[in-house]
Structures are given as structure tokens and as C-alpha cells.
């Protein structure tokens, strides 16, 4: 009967040790649980930065795009008074002929 006694009380024993290190292990797996749910949450947040910054990026590219400035009105407008300063002439040569 000893053996028996030692056997039960050796059994008993490996399975507390079994349920406590079940539990740790729980513990662990929550906290690790708890830790990737916050880097998904900060990814999200990340991606959602990115979108917006994209966003903005073509936004400005955009805007670049269709601004105008003061020195491109200044070309622009020397460029069509040569235009028309060639024009004037050519009606000039024609009617000369």
C-alpha cells in the first residue's frame, strides 16, 4: 500500500504541476494575445497615416500641377505679344503684294 500512496501522491503532485503551469501558460498566452491586438491597432493606425499622407501627396501634386505663377503669365504673355507681332508682319508682307 505504500507504493500505491506514493504513486497517488506522486501523480497528484504532477498535476498540480500541470495545472499551474497550465495556468501560467494561459496567462502568457492573454498577455500575448493583449500585445498583438495592440500592434494590429497600431498597424491600422499606420496604414490609415499612409493613406492619408498619399492623399496628400497627390493633392499637392495636383495643385502643382494647375498653379499657375506670376512668372509663367509673364512668359506667356511675351510669348503672345512675339505671336503677334509675327502676325502683324505677315499681314504687313501680304499686303504689300
Given at each position: 500500500?505504500?507504493?500505491?500512496?506514493?504513486?497517488?501522491?506522486?501523480?497528484?503532485?504532477?498535476?498540480?504541476?500541470?495545472?499551474?503551469?497550465?495556468?501560467?501558460?494561459?496567462?502568457?498566452?492573454?498577455?500575448?494575445?493583449?500585445?498583438?491586438?495592440?500592434?494590429?491597432?497600431?498597424?491600422?493606425?499606420?496604414?490609415?497615416?499612409?493613406?492619408?499622407?498619399q492623399n496628400d501627396y497627390n493633392s499637392l501634386k495636383m495643385a502643382k500641377m494647375i498653379e499657375i505663377t506670376d512668372d509663367d503669365m509673364a512668359k506667356a504673355k511675351v510669348r503672345?505679344?512675339?505671336?503677334?507681332?509675327?502676325?502683324?508682319?505677315?499681314?504687313?508682307?501680304?499686303?504689300?503684294?
Amino acid at each position: 500500500m505504500a507504493l500505491d500512496e506514493k504513486t497517488v501522491k506522486l501523480f497528484t503532485t504532477r498535476v498540480r504541476q500541470m495545472m499551474l503551469h497550465y495556468q501560467e501558460l494561459k496567462k502568457q498566452n492573454e498577455a500575448q494575445a493583449e500585445e498583438l491586438r495592440q500592434w494590429q491597432k497600431k498597424v491600422e493606425t499606420l496604414e490609415q497615416q499612409l493613406q492619408q499622407a498619399q492623399n496628400d501627396y497627390n493633392s499637392l501634386k495636383m495643385a502643382k500641377m494647375i498653379e499657375i505663377t506670376d512668372d509663367d503669365m509673364a512668359k506667356a504673355k511675351v510669348r503672345l505679344t512675339k505671336l503677334i507681332r509675327d502676325v502683324n508682319r505677315c499681314i504687313t508682307m501680304l499686303s504689300e503684294n
